[in-house]
């Protein structure tokens, strides 16, 4: 569940793996997103005229072998190494008009690694999401 307030993120709380059925893993996202993210201060009463809410519903996770086969516009990722990880949706990587090279290094940065992890070691998957705006 990602929360903008005009072109800025207000909010992204997310589950990779939902053990509820998706209805209640939306809600229970957008609450989060709305009052736990903690790049954020929690959203006021008086923001709502001005949020927007985006669904992401992610696709199975898959294991990339080939950094060729990332498509941005397509694919999201998930970037790990021991307990870090981090995920960027599709939707990122072309609204910062990134190339396959720069969204892999963001996508370490997410998950506080160097922007290098992937190529030293760090697990890269990917994966569609369909976007409900």
């Known amino acids: ?7 800025s993120l207000r909010g992204c709380v997310g589950t ?6 998706l209805y209640q893993s939306v809600s229970g ?4 997103a709305a009052s736990e993210d903690e790049r954020f201060e929690p959203l006021e009463l008086s923001e709502m005229s001005e949020i927007e809410f985006e ?3 992610l696709s199975e996770i898959e ?3 080939d950094i060729q086969s ?4 397509s694919h999201g990722l998930i970037v790990s190494k021991g307990n870090s990880r981090g995920l960027l949706l599709p939707q990122v990587a072309i609204q910062h008009e990134w190339d396959r090279e720069q969204f ?4 370490c940065r997410k998950a506080g690694l160097p922007p290098t992890a992937w ?10 999401a369909e976007v409900f705006p």
């Open 119 to 128: 190529k030293q070691g760090a697990t890269v998957q990917r994966f569609t």
């Open 16 to 21: 990779i793996h939902p053990t509820l059925p």
């Open 70 to 73: 990332i498509v941005i516009g």
């Open 1 to 7: 569940m990602s929360i903008h307030k005009g072109t």
């Open 104 to 107: 892999l290094g963001e996508t």
């Open 55 to 57: 669904i992401s519903v």
């Open 63 to 65: 294991n990339v072998t």
């Open 29 to 32: 996202c957008a609450v989060a």
